[in-house]
Every structure is written in structure tokens, then in C-alpha cells.
């Protein structure tokens, strides 16, 4: 699990790209990570 700072270093990185955008899709790579993802997302 990453630390906290290394998670404010990439939100902050990220941030300025993806605040008010909508995400249209996602690639999911490890369906067997912390808690299981539901079918409905694509």
C-alpha cells in the first residue's frame, strides 16, 4: 500500500488534468484487489 505522501504527490499531479472531466471508461487490471468490483462497470 503507498504511502500517504507518495498519494498527494500523485493527486496533485493528476488533479490539474482530471478536475471537472468526466471518466468515460476504465481498464481494470487487477479485479483481485482490495474489495471485489462490481459487474455493472465496464
Excluded: K, S, Y
Amino acid at each position: 500500500m503507498p504511502e500517504l505522501p507518495e498519494v498527494e504527490t500523485t493527486l496533485r499531479g493528476l488533479a490539474p488534468h482530471l478536475v471537472g472531466q468526466r471518466i468515460h471508461g476504465v481498464i481494470l487490471r487487477r479485479p483481485d484487489l482490495r474489495w471485489p468490483i462490481p459487474e455493472q462497470i465496464e
